[in-house]
């Protein structure tokens, strides 16, 4: 081919093989930015889905410290029997956190509100609901206007007969929270909207009609158009199923993007709304790299390939330079929107220096502070009596510890005693080294006052108004005891056969505790200082069956300063009925409701934690059923439900009681197999899955196969998305194999 070009252009060999090789590089140029554009989109999209899940657990926290908020003013309003006394209270309670309303019914649904206007809730369903005993989160709209929606969180009202005294409802729109006002404020691009079930906007980042929603069974109707004429069906097929996913769409000729996901509080929905320009914010720099890549190749063919090499390393290293800033952007952005408003600063461990970056309470650090943590105590910022507290923390940051959190007093700019909360992360690149330490301080001093007056409130409520309460007061110095147990005969005829409060002791940790509980009662008992809300386990024995009950223990000293301990009291209260159901209600938030096994939620935060720990190794199995889809759509849901439940027993079976074994949603399981070394076992196991399975189902019979990707901790990663990615990789070649199969990410 040469010789022809030459002939028939009586060109030369050289310039012919400059002319190639200047065109192979232009094509090669291209296939670089093609493949750089399609990779950075990947990378964009999935910070974009991060953003949101950050967004949802901000916003959940958010609700969660409301509805505490609201259930401890029910406990509050539970006690006031005088209706001015509610009105004025309810008052006080809207203001602290901006409520548009809040109002205490009775029974009947009939009540006043904080502006001691009488209120109807009669017709309510979230009134209803809360009457029988439940925690409501409803909303309502006010008008055909945008947004003009309202939030309602409604609590029972018990009083300490344990009787539904009545509901409490307080009424706000999402943009009049306090924490709401920092939440989305970092990025002015990102736009984030929240809908509830019946597709009515109730909060947007703009507050004004922005077009995004699309068309939402035509209760939302605007001008927008798809990129895929089907997108917007789907949007509303995802929504109604409570199905996260990416819209891409054009408004007034802009390509935005929207990830919608649900928000985990009833039915709502929330969208993060993003410009083209936020996907693609490093193509520019691409295409000034292959502008000047095929520039510099024209001008100069003869340093055409020192040319590319240096074009090319100098373009990875500004994408690595801009990633690296983006992940510290995006760090940031997520610290401000989880702590609002509080103090941000960076912390340079290397040169012991802390540069405030935000200061929106806690107004006593100055701008940069040097020889830190020394200098808190210097400049008396923290209170001396918390100086090994301090450092150790310090100390933790510097040893690349991820998060350290700690409380302390300290002094504001007014010399004014205060609690503060420090919360300092670590920023890591790729490789593990850390780019920079974030800290943020929230000033708790009210939250810490609350915590106290409430604590010391609910105690001596318990003590004094429990039932099946059992009160023994001891003089230390003589050994007397009294007990005051009312409904209790035999522990009161137990005093008639002890002189001493140690031989009484002997005889209930022998007879009425349960024996792996002893030595925390012994602790109680025997420590000087005060413990409280001490939970044990004591036996008893009914129609001949032992059996054992839940119960507190709050142990009070009065100390003479002269003389020591004079005197303790014992409060032992019955709190098994509670205490039952909150272990149930942890079962119930760790379980897999259909299989039995742990959750999604559960199996990652439970291998995460294990892969955190030093000297550790395991073993990661993704599995997968295969033709699970033939099996749904041919006998049905019921039948695919019964051999997912099959499956999640089998696999159980197959491994131990320290193994960790989840189901990560649909027909997709994860297995953690702790402190495996022979790598011959792990393929046993595999093949033993792996083999053809009868499931019989009713009178169906149908024989399928699981297909299995093995990766190797911390071999072949240093934690769980790493990790699980590689056992993904390794499932991949299983199901393309010819499924029933398993891989390793790397063959032994």
């Known amino acids: 081919m040469l010789k022809k070009l030459k002939f028939n252009y009586n060109l030369k060999y050289g310039d012919v093989f400059i002319g190639v090789a200047i065109l192979a590089v232009i094509v090669f140029a291209l296939i670089f930015k093609s493949f750089v554009y399609k990779n950075e ?149 990102v736009k984030i909207t929240i809908s509830n079930g019946n597709k ?55 390509r935005k993007f929207a990830y919608y996901m649900p928000l985990g509080i009833n039915t709502w929905n929330i969208f993060v709304i993003v410009p083209e320009t936020y996907i693609t914010n490093q193509m520019e720099i691409i295409n000034y790299a292959v502008i000047k890549l ?102 933790k940051i510097k040893l690349k510890e991820k998060r350290v959190s700690f409380s302390v007093k300290c002094n504001d700019c007014n010399n004014k005693s205060i609690w503060a909360n420090f919360d300092i992360m670590n920023v890591f690149d790729e490789n593990g080294n850390v780019i920079k330490s974030i800290g943020v301080i929230e000033d708790v001093t009210e939250k810490k006052n609350a915590e106290e007056m409430y604590i010391k409130e609910k105690n001596l409520k318990e003590a004094m108004t429990g039932d099946n309460m059992i009160i023994v007061e001891v003089d230390m110095n003589t050994g007397e005891f009294k007990i005051d147990a009312t409904m209790n005969v035999e522990i009161n005829s137990l005093k008639l056969l002890h002189n001493s409060f140690e031989s009484f002791c002997d005889t209930i940790y022998n007879k009425y ?135 999640a027993s089998r696999i159980k079976n197959e491994f131990r009681k320290n193994d960790i074994v989840g189901r990560l949603g649909g027909d997709e399981f994860i297995v953690l197999i702790d402190g495996i070394k022979d790598m011959s076992v792990v393929s046993r196991k595999a093949e033993n899955l792996s083999s053809p399975y009868v499931y019989k189902v009713d009178d169906i019979e149908i024989e399928l196969t699981l297909s299995i990707g093995i990766a190797k901790f911390p071999y072949d990663g240093n934690g769980y998305n790493e990790i699980y990615k590689k056992a993904d990789e390794a499932l991949y070649l299983s199901k393309n194999g010819g499924r029933g199969k398993y891989n390793f990410y790397r063959q032994m």
């Open 294 to 395: 095929i520039v510099c190749t024209i001008l100069s063919a003869l340093l055409l390939f020192a040319l590319i090499i240096y074009i090319i390393n100098n373009t990875n290293k500004k994408i690595m330079n801009t990633n690296r800033e983006l992940k510290i952007s995006e760090e940031t952005f997520r610290i401000s929107a989880e702590h609002g408003q509080k103090t941000i600063f960076d912390y340079y461990p290397d040169e012991n220096i802390i540069n405030v970056i935000v200061s929106n309470c806690f107004y006593g650090m100055p701008k940069l502070i040097y020889d830190v943590p020394e200098s808190f105590f210097t400049k008396n910022i923290i209170d001396e009596s918390y100086r090994s507290t301090v450092f150790e923390a310090f100390d």
């Open 513 to 647: 505790i349960f024996e792996e509980d002893i030595k925390i009662a012994k602790y109680i008992v025997e420590s000087d200082n005060e413990l409280r809300n001490i939970e044990l386990r004591a036996r008893f024995v009914k129609n001949g069956v032992e059996d054992y009950r839940w119960i507190s223990v709050i142990k009070n000293i009065i100390k003479n300063p002269v003389y020591g301990i004079n005197k303790s009291f014992f409060y032992v209260k019955d709190i098994d009925k509670a205490k039952r159901q909150a272990i149930l209600l942890k079962y119930n938030a760790e379980i897999d409701i259909l299989t039995g096994i742990f959750n999604r939620a559960t199996v990652e935060k439970k291998i995460t934690e294990y892969m955190s720990e030093e000297h550790k190794s395991a073993v990661v199995m993704i599995i997968d059923v295969d033709k699970f889809k033939f099996v749904n759509d041919t006998y049905g849901h019921s039948v695919g439900d019964e051999i997912l439940k099959i499956s």
């Open 200 to 254: 009515d906007i109730i909060y947007d980042s703009e507050k004004f009609d922005i077009n995004m929603a699309g068309r939402f069974e035509n209760k939302i109707d605007y001008d927008i158009k798809y990129i895929e004429p089907s997108s917007g069906d789907i949007v509303i097929d995802n929504l109604n199923s409570q199905k996260s996913g990416i819209l891409e769409y054009k408004l007034g000729g802009e």
């Open 41 to 189: 989109f990947e990378n964009s999209m999935e910070r974009l889905e991060q953003v949101v899940e950050q967004q949802t657990t901000v916003i959940n926290e958010i609700f969660d410290d409301i509805e505490n908020y609201i259930i401890m003013t029910s406990e509050f309003i539970s006690r006031d029997n005088n209706i001015n006394e509610i009105c004025e209270n309810l008052n006080i309670y809207a203001k602290r956190q901006d409520f548009k309303e809040i109002a205490f019914v009775d029974t009947t649904g009939i009540g006043v509100n904080n502006n001691g206007t009488v209120v109807d809730l009669t017709e309510k369903d979230y009134f209803l609901k809360s009457l029988n005993g439940d925690i409501c989160i409803d909303t309502e709209k006010n008008s055909d206007k945008y947004c003009d929606v309202d939030v309602i969180i409604s609590v029972p009202v018990i009083d300490q007969s344990e009787n539904i005294k009545g509901v409490l409802a307080a009424r706000f729109q999402l943009y009049y929270i306090n924490f709401f006002k920092d939440i989305n404020i970092t990025n002015e691009d």
